[in-house]
């Protein structure tokens, strides 16, 4: 009898140390399925991260070309303004007055404001004319004995490149 309980003894503890095997088993196959879970949910947890920073950089890029195309518009709806003051200006150019001077001054003054934004006038005069930023509306023939490109002979109305981009070409007067 005493073998007996040896023996009872010994399959019990073989038993016992194949459930604890079964169940170290079983724990590392849960754990590593764990952990391929873990790593799906981190590679998608980055995934969206990239894709927030994306997209919140996307919208800024957007938010800065609605500002810069507003602002643009604005200075393009502010070119007949800038018209009126040469043509004020002109006209009060061949008299001396305190209103010419103020006129003068108010013109230099909004020019020069636009001017720090990004504003640049198109009123040169004896360069070569560009069809992308003149609009030649009169032609000049060249003098006797003259040969050459065409050059902007008078600037009728100036023209405006706002941040590099033209917005209005200028009116010209082209001799050749």
């Known amino acids: 009898m005493g073998e007996d309980v040896v023996e009872a003894e010994g399959l019990e503890n073989e038993t016992a140390g194949e459930d604890v095997a079964a169940e170290a088993g079983d724990v590392l196959e849960t754990r590593s399925e764990a952990e391929v879970q873990r790593d799906e949910y981190l590679e998608t947890l980055q995934r969206l991260?990239?894709?927030?920073?994306?997209?919140r950089k996307r919208v800024a890029r957007q938010v800065e070309d609605v500002a810069a195309r507003a602002a643009a518009d604005i200075v393009a709806k502010l070119l007949p303004v800038?018209?009126?003051?040469?043509?004020?200006?002109?006209?009060?150019?061949?008299?001396?007055?305190?209103?010419?001077?103020?006129?003068?001054?108010?013109?230099?003054?909004?020019?020069?404001?636009?001017?720090?934004?990004?504003?640049?006038?198109?009123?040169?005069?004896?360069?070569?004319?560009?069809p992308t930023v003149h609009d030649a509306v009169a032609h000049a023939p060249h003098a006797e004995g003259e040969e050459g490109e065409q050059v902007v002979e008078d600037v009728l109305r100036a023209g405006y490149r706002w941040k590099g981009a033209v917005l209005r070409p200028a009116m010209v007067r082209v001799k050749g």
């Open 49 to 55: 991260q990239a894709d927030f920073e994306n997209y």
């Open 82 to 130: 800038l018209d009126a003051l040469d043509l004020a200006s002109a006209h009060f150019a061949r008299q001396d007055s305190d209103e010419g001077v103020a006129l003068a001054q108010a013109r230099a003054l909004t020019l020069d404001t636009l001017a720090k934004e990004g504003l640049e006038r198109i009123d040169e005069v004896g360069v070569a004319f560009d």
